[in-house]
């Protein structure tokens, strides 16, 4: 069985990676309703990755003969003001999910919790990941700049992300 610290921290990042799929959710709905729908295709896939995260947590809290109890999201965010500002809310929501998994990890060390260390390790290189892929597509925007075929352009080839 979990700690019970480490349950509520755990059952808490259910929340989390849930409130990022709805967040990624929400902002391919705001590509889709902007004419950009490689935009909205590759928020939609973010999205399910995420939901694919909360579950490696649901899963992992019963696999440890622990109790799963799902806390409430609150609204995501709905609006917003172009692709550039929408990529650089992803990397910075990204980062504060890396402090998250950074703290559980930190949590897992001090009540000597190995099994949720070694399960938390693929969370910490995800997270590498995601603010790489984040920081990437600002830099492609970056270049775009206000120039529209180069932006479709990029809603193309953003359309091109499949579901893992
Ligand atoms: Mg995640």
């Given at each position: 069985m979990l700690s019970k610290t480490i349950q509520d921290a755990l059952n808490e990042q259910i929340k989390n990676e849930m409130f990022s799929s709805y967040l990624y959710l929400s902002m391919s709905a705001y590509c889709a309703e902007s004419s950009l729908p490689g935009f909205a295709s590759w928020m939609r896939v973010q999205s399910g990755e995420e939901q694919t995260h909360a579950m490696k947590f649901f899963s992992y809290i019963l696999e440890r003969n622990s109790h799963v109890e799902l806390q409430a999201l609150v609204k995501p965010q709905s609006?917003?003001?172009?692709p550039m500002e929408l990529f650089k809310h992803v990397l910075d929501h990204e980062k504060k999910v890396t402090g998250m998994i950074n703290a559980l990890y930190e949590l897992a060390v001090k009540e000597k919790d190995y099994p949720t260390q070694i399960m938390l390790e693929w969370f910490i290189t995800e997270q590498l990941e995601e603010e790489k892929t984040a920081g990437e597509i600002i830099q492609l925007l970056t270049m775009v700049g206000e120039n529209g075929p180069a932006l479709l352009m990029l809603d193309r080839q953003l359309a091109a992300r499949a579901a893992k």
């Open positions: 609006k917003f003001k172009s």
